[in-house]
């Protein structure tokens, strides 16, 4: 007598990574380029001890510009302030003036 068996395997199912938000890298200005009292388009710090503005660099000349495709992704962004590392929604950006925080 045989004993009959599936045809498919029961083993474990085949895992497939779930497709995260596209995480991209954005260049920040440093804090040396920065003006008091100019608005730049960027984040404040989501640090709730800095708070300062996190302003995106302009694009090189002849390069792409600062201003990826219209979907609304993530960005990882440290503060170049406090170090903070955090995801930032690029809709997310506006433009803030910037005031440096006095010692």
Same mark, same amino acid.
């Given at each position: ?5 599936? +045809? ?10 779930? *497709? *995260?938000?596209?995480?991209? $890298? ?5 804090? $040396? ?6 608005? &730049?388009?960027?984040? !404040? @710090?989501?640090?709730?001890? @800095?708070? !300062? ?13 600062? *201003?990826?495709? *219209?979907?609304?992704?993530? +960005?990882?962004?440290? @503060?170049? &302030? @406090?170090?903070?590392?955090?995801? &930032? ?6 433009? $803030?003036? &910037?005031?440096?925080? +006095?010692?």
């Amino acid at each position: 007598m045989a004993i009959k068996r599936p +045809s498919k395997s029961r083993g474990t199912p085949v895992r497939r990574p779930v *497709s *995260s938000a596209a995480v991209r $890298h954005v260049e920040v200005r440093a804090k $040396h380029q920065m003006v008091p009292g100019e608005v &730049y388009e960027g984040w !404040l @710090c989501k640090s709730a001890s @800095c708070g !300062l503005v996190i302003a995106i660099a302009p694009a090189p000349e002849g390069g792409k510009s600062a *201003s990826p495709e *219209s979907d609304d992704h993530l +960005s990882v962004i440290k @503060c170049p &302030y @406090c170090g903070n590392e955090d995801l &930032y929604r690029w809709n997310a950006r506006g433009k $803030h003036p &910037y005031t440096p925080k +006095s010692a």
